[in-house]
């Protein structure tokens, strides 16, 4: 396989949501049970952000990239590095963080926890783009060709064979 990091970005992406997530909802309510259930979730996410950052930068430098995916890359991997940065710090104040959290703490952690949240969904929305906007990673992408040329011209169940394919569902 030539590019391994779609196979890995998934998971920290959401191991990292989750544990935000849980980890608002622990502190919020006082759940230590469900504090410990996001301390997991945010390490696994934070060592599975380091496997996608890793293998987003071989990626980098082994897939085709030209023109407008070079920029679009260029902000996807920035967000990813920043991302796995405060990654670890969310990670580590979690665990040097004194029991129970200071309100003023609780608030600055949990400020950090949103900005590291809304940088994991920023960077999988840039990766989204390099793949479905410029089709990095993915086979060439045929010219549009039109139904007869693809070979398209069978019949839709009744449907007028002049309709267009806009005009109805599948």
Known sequence: ?????????HFPLALLATGILLEGIGLL????????VAACNLALGTV?????????????STVPHAGGAH???????????????????????????????????????LSLAAVVLALALGTGHWGGRLVFEHHVGTAP?????????????????????????TGHEH
């Open 48 to 60: 599975g952000a380091a496997g996608a950052v890793i293998t987003g930068l071989w990626a980098e």
């Open 71 to 109: 920029e679009v890359m260029t902000v996807h991997k920035y967000l990813g590095l920043l991302l796995l940065a405060l990654a670890v710090v969310l990670v580590v104040w979690r665990w040097r963080a004194a029991e129970p959290m200071a309100a003023r703490a609780r608030a600055a952690y």
């Open 1 to 9: 396989m030539q590019n391994i990091h779609p196979v890995v970005v």
């Open 141 to 165: 992408v045929p010219s549009a060709l039109t139904e007869e040329e693809a070979g398209h011209s069978h019949s839709h169940g009744g449907h007028d064979e002049a309709e267009s394919h």
């Open 29 to 36: 309510a006082g759940n230590k049970p469900l504090r410990a």
